[in-house]
């Protein structure tokens, strides 16, 4: 689990493209467009760039980016869906380059939203960074979920728990589970160098989740817009760095 500086360093590669190819969907997000056109736009930036998508055939997924709309809550698979003012869309990408990965998905508006929803992708970023405010070598993994978790309950949002964070590399899924709740001081020791995807993932409503027929979309049971953020982030000595960021 533990990264070199050779290895953090081409994950960060990743991360930059993974970034910047956020900051290019985000200007294409409007009303009237479909998520197929985001997800070739996506594809087509992240190869330009030296890159590949991470999820494109991932367990047979369909997609290069996932695109999960309102109560969708992740996996969304990108199609024919067109986007209208007032939905928010949850955009999850997965770059590999040099052969390591990068994670890191962020909720957009799509027009005018209304209070709920602002509201709702406000706090779920800040909880994000309220996890990774957390993490430094010598700390207890959950104390990460369990700073989430407070903070989503403060606030009236609830968390899924079928569903959580993970650690990153070579494959785009490795050791630790990174859940967005937990009990204080407990799970494993984190140490410098371990690279981990945190990504909370929170329902205005109820925790409750469906898988559809697709078998890869997630939506909540109540039908409750949801939201995604997520970075990829390495563990030092006195804290953490952003590995999907500028």
């Not at 955009?91 to 799509?110: E, Q």
């Not at 957390?134 to 606030?155: M, S, T």
């Not at 697709?214 to 006195?238: C, L, M, Q, Y």
Request: contains cysteine.
């Amino acid at each position: 689990m533990i990264k070199t500086k050779e290895e953090i360093k081409k994950i960060k590669e990743a991360g930059k493209i993974n970034f910047l190819t956020h900051k290019h969907v985000e200007k294409l997000i409007k009303p009237g467009i479909t998520t197929k056109y985001l997800n070739d736009e996506a594809e087509k930036f992240i190869r330009e760039n030296g890159g590949i998508p991470s999820f494109l055939n991932y367990q047979g997924f369909k997609g290069s980016i996932c695109t999960s709309v309102n109560d969708e809550i992740v996996h969304g698979i990108p199609g024919n869906r067109i986007l209208k003012n007032g939905d928010i869309i949850s955009v999850d990408i997965g770059v590999l380059k040099d052969g390591y990965h990068s994670d890191s998905a962020r909720t957009y508006p799509v027009g005018d939203i209304d209070k709920e929803k602002e509201r709702l992708i406000y706090h779920t970023e800040k909880m994000l960074y309220v996890g990774l405010k957390e993490i430094k070598a010598g700390v207890h993994l959950h104390n990460i979920g369990a700073a989430i978790e407070k903070y989503a309950k403060k606030h009236g949002y609830s968390v899924v728990k079928e569903l959580v964070g993970h650690g990153i590399g070579k494959s785009l899924h490795e050791d630790p589970d990174v859940p967005n709740y937990g009990k204080k001081n407990t799970g494993i020791v984190l140490k410098e160098g371990m690279v981990l995807a945190v990504e909370p993932m929170i329902n205005s409503g109820l925790r409750h989740i469906n898988l559809l027929e697709d078998e890869w979309t997630i939506t909540t049971r109540d039908g409750k817009p949801s939201a995604h953020f997520e970075h990829t982030v390495v563990v030092t000595k006195n804290g953490y760095e952003i590995l999907t960021g500028e």
